[in-house]
């Protein structure tokens, strides 16, 4: 007999975890399965931008984040051992990092290792009720219209699942892509080795992104001080045709060639990955009923801390359209994931990719191009979701993200977006009618600070997706029932 589940999610990283959370939270069933014994080690993705910690706040995740985490530290250049500066994110990007004010409560980007976050996301779905199934491999599977069959491997034998959706959740090199018959376009630089891993230090003074380069940039080596940990995360440029073995004495030579310093002492390497950067992207996200997400979907340089957080914002795309398609929302409604996050991907793409060309330098990516590294002005405009039917639209549209703003009667408008539902904000005007379960009314004052951030008008009604974007905004509050029809 073969088992039902509503959703199959491959892979247990950060896409994996944050989709099964949203789905949880929702009363979904899923089975999230994992092909390695255990959760990944590394650190990896150490960088949550602050979309991302929006995102986590709205998951029920913030705090543990914050509390195993720490402000995103300031880069110290040396020469031996002299400091030859310090300098902040922004100075090093070359860019102005956004300001906190009432509509981001999170400006900069928070210092946490990517095995605290995977930790953490798994310990929100263990209270959701969910869990991680570890060592076993998604191997198989066929799809037809009405779901997929997929094929198990775990305990030597395999098992027969069959599901209404499969998500992809299975990293860059995802076998659900590769059997769905998707490709991956995109270039692999052959000539350029990254070795990174986490080893303890000694001889080191201080919390920052310590930088040696020896005088040039393209042989850097850096040591993260990591929060609450006492491994450092070490990156390394490697020079082009040089094979180094990924071990301890490689990482001590390296640091030893570019710092000239022999007073500090590397030991207990906990992980090392020796790596060449991929710019690749999915040509589709969706097959059917076959979703890709994270890593699956798209991969790049690490410069500018896009990849986590590209990851998690993927599932948080997807989980509320799944969630309400599987509750009875026209199926249309899954269209626009790719639609949606196909354009911010291959701009994450761009933006990393021009990052790492001029030299971790955001020149090219100034603060107001999409996205831009913090990743709040991704927009989803031009979406079919996006309604604006205003004649002169204002500075915040339908398509765009929801902007947080103080309440006179206190708290947060995320404090009013937070769960799993809709929101209307009814700005000024008449008594709203109720739209039913899944949909909060929140009148708001004409002249309290939520209408000076949204930059609108008495009588204007702005409708916000379960995942924090303007799908409305209209006057005619009769379209509210009209626009979700074709949402859930
Ligand atoms: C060496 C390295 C360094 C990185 N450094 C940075 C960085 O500094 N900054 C940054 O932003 N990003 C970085 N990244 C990228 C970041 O780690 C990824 O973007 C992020 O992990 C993507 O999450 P994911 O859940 O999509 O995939 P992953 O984290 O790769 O998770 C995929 C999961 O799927 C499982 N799996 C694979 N195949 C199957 C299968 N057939 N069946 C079941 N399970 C399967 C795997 O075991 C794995 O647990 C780095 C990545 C690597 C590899």
Redesign the pocket.
């Known amino acids: 007999m073969t088992d039902h589940v509503p959703v199959l999610i491959?892979?247990?990283?950060?896409?994996?975890l944050a989709l099964a959370v949203e789905l949880a939270r929702r009363g979904i069933g899923c089975r999230v399965?994992?092909?390695?014994a255990g959760p990944?080690a590394?650190s990896?993705?150490?960088?949550l931008q602050p979309r991302t910690l929006e995102v986590l706040e709205d998951l029920g995740v913030l705090d543990a984040v914050l509390a195993g985490g720490a402000p995103f530290p300031a880069f110290r250049m040396y020469s031996g051992r002299d400091v030859l500066w310090e300098r902040d994110l922004g100075e090093v990007l070359g860019t102005a990092l956004p300001r906190r004010g009432p509509d981001v409560p999170y400006p900069l980007p928070w210092l946490i290792p990517?095995w605290r976050t995977d930790a953490i996301l798994a310990d929100r779905l263990a209270e959701l009720g969910g869990r991680v199934e570890r060592s076993?491999?998604?191997?198989g599977f066929d799809q037809d219209d009405d779901g997929v069959t997929a094929t198990l491997r775990h305990d030597g034998r395999d098992e027969r699942v069959r599901a209404d959706y499969l998500v992809g959740?299975?990293?860059?090199r995802?076998?659900v892509r590769k059997h769905a018959g998707v490709g991956f376009a995109g270039t692999t630089y052959e000539s350029e080795r990254t070795l990174?891993g986490d080893v303890r230090a000694e001889g080191v003074e201080g919390f920052f992104c310590h930088m040696f380069t020896g005088g040039d940039l393209a042989k850097r080596f850096s040591l993260w001080n990591l929060p609450a940990d006492d491994h450092y995360q070490f990156v390394a440029a490697v020079d082009p045709g040089d094979e180094p073995e990924p071990t301890l004495a490689t990482v001590r030579r390296m640091l030893v060639e570019r710092s000239g310093r022999t007073d500090i002492r590397l030991h207990d390497l906990r992980w090392i990955?020796l790596?060449r950067i991929n710019v690749r992207m999915a040509e589709r996200f969706r097959v059917g009923r076959v979703f890709l997400?994270?890593?699956?979907a798209h991969v790049h340089s690490?410069a500018g801390?896009?990849?986590?957080?590209t990851?998690v914002q993927d599932s948080y795309n997807l989980g509320w359209k799944l969630a309400a398609v599987l509750g009875g929302a026209p199926a249309g409604l899954l269209d626009s994931y790719h639609d949606e996050r196909f354009p911010v991907a291959a701009e994450v793409l761009d933006v990393s990719t021009a990052l790492h060309r001029n030299g971790f330098r955001a020149t090219t990516a100034p603060v107001g191009t999409a996205p831009a590294i913090h990743q709040l002005d991704i927009t989803y405009r031009g979406s079919a979701l996006a309604v604006d039917d205003r004649v002169a639209p204002g500075r915040v549209r339908a398509g765009d993200r929801a902007p947080d703003a103080p309440l006179r009667t206190g708290g947060r408008l995320f404090e009013v977006f937070r769960g799993p539902r809709w929101t209307l904000l009814a700005f000024g005007g008449a008594p709203t009618p109720d739209f039913g379960p899944g949909v909060a009314v929140h009148p708001v004052a004409v002249d309290d600070d939520p209408a000076r951030v949204y930059d609108v008008t008495g009588g204007t009604n702005v409708l916000v997706r379960p995942d924090g974007y303007i799908g409305l905004i209209t006057p005619d509050v009769g379209r509210v029932r009209e626009y979700l029809r074709g949402v859930r």
């Open positions: 491959a892979g247990a990283g950060p896409s994996g399965v994992d092909r390695a990944f590394g990896r993705a150490k960088g990517q076993t491999e998604l191997v959740a299975d990293g860059g995802s076998f990174i990955s790596y997400v994270g890593d699956a690490s801390g896009q990849g986590l957080n990851s």
